[in-house]
């Protein structure tokens, strides 16, 4: 797994130095997750028709460009290592080059920016694997008056769940225009977030438990992880409220203001996300704290049983040093039952200190 990451690391170190020096608008692709061939799924649907279907060719592309008519039309691009092709869809539906230089660009933070009267966001796809390990991953939104175009590279995504709220959401869904659309993507990453932040909670609180019942070396690696979990969610996720924000603010035809208020909606739980994780990161400070206490206390009852041995064996050792002096003016050592008589004596005296001890519950 460590060599796998400084690999990744150390491709992404090479995407990078490539980049130095380019002009502005430069596609050059600085991600981790490579699909080879892009994959374009077009979805789109009025208040009568909705259908999702592959688009295979540029040709095909090219005709979407021209159509004229009041569909609200969702095109999802998966895969952007292949930028010659986002090269010419971008000539084709005439994106700005810094868009696209910052979709295939994932060390991108959460922002809002606008291009006359396009909007495009950045975001951070958080998802939590079944290992328990969070994936982090770029997604991208350009709004225009036209389309609602996605740009994301994921191999596991296919956005079925929403393909079904608007095949059934014939009151709402399939009667608003792109914006609605927008809102529900982004919302339904913000949607994630809780997710995580449940499993996060969930590692917390079992991480407790055991440090309560026996800290170990492993517990505090598993402090750490979750630690540095945390600190990266919260690096993904608090621009996305000033991202928010901002599109709240501007006022864009795009937006209806009938429709402000879901942008509102999800604004609050972002604010939600926020505030949950400072409370779990002070969990896990609480959670350093508890360790540090259980391992001292740990340390404590050693040191006291060690001490409680050494107090019951010091008369014990005294005894024994001084027969074993050897001087020959020794009167008991000619007495025949001299040993077994020290014996007894020196076994009494280690049962009254044991007793002593556990009256006064030392032990």
Do not use: C
Request: aromatic share 10%; charged share 30%.
């Amino acid at each position: 797994m460590k060599k796998t990451k400084n690999k990744i690391s150390s491709k992404k170190k090479q995407q990078l130095k490539s980049k130095i020096g380019k002009p502005p608008g430069t596609l050059i692709y600085v991600g981790e997750n490579i699909i080879e061939k892009t994959v374009i799924t077009l979805t789109e649907y009025n208040d009568t028709e909705f259908t999702v279907k592959k688009i295979e060719s540029i040709e095909d592309l090219q005709k979407l460009s021209t159509v004229e008519d009041e569909k609200v039309r969702w095109i999802d691009i998966n895969g952007l290592s292949d930028v010659e092709f986002l090269v010419k869809l971008g000539e084709i539906f005439k994106i700005h080059p810094l868009i696209l230089e910052d979709a295939v660009n994932s060390n991108q933070q959460p922002k809002v920016e606008y291009y006359d009267d396009d909007i495009f966001l950045v975001m951070k796809k958080i998802t939590w694997e079944e290992k328990q390990d969070i994936n982090y991953d770029q997604i991208s939104f350009l709004f225009t008056s036209k389309f609602v175009f996605t740009f994301r590279d994921d191999t596991k995504e296919d956005y079925s769940s929403i393909h079904q709220r608007i095949e059934t959401g014939k009151n709402v869904f399939r009667k608003s225009k792109a914006d609605y659309l927008f809102y529900v993507l982004v919302d339904y990453e913000i949607d994630r977030y809780f997710l995580v932040l449940e499993e996060l909670n969930e590692g917390i609180e079992e991480e407790q438990e055991m440090l309560l019942e026996n800290p170990t070396q492993d517990d505090l690696k598993r402090i750490q992880a979750l630690k540095r979990d945390a600190y990266r969610i919260k690096h993904a996720v608090r621009p996305m409220r000033e991202a928010l924000s901002s599109i709240i603010r501007q006022e864009s035809n795009l937006i209806s203001i009938n429709h402000l208020i879901y942008f509102r909606d999800s604004l609050d739980h972002i604010v939600q996300v926020n505030e949950s994780l400072d409370t779990l990161r002070e969990s896990i400070t609480i959670l350093i704290d508890i360790y540090l206490s259980s391992v001292s206390n740990r340390m404590n009852e050693v040191m006291k049983m060690l001490t409680l041995i050494a107090t019951i064996f010091i008369p014990l050792t005294f005894i024994a040093g001084v027969y074993g002096m050897n001087f020959e003016n020794m009167p008991e050592l000619g007495y025949k039952y001299a040993y077994f008589i020290i014996l007894g004596l020196m076994v009494l005296i280690g049962g009254l200190l044991l007793l002593f001890f556990k009256k006064r519950k030392w032990i």
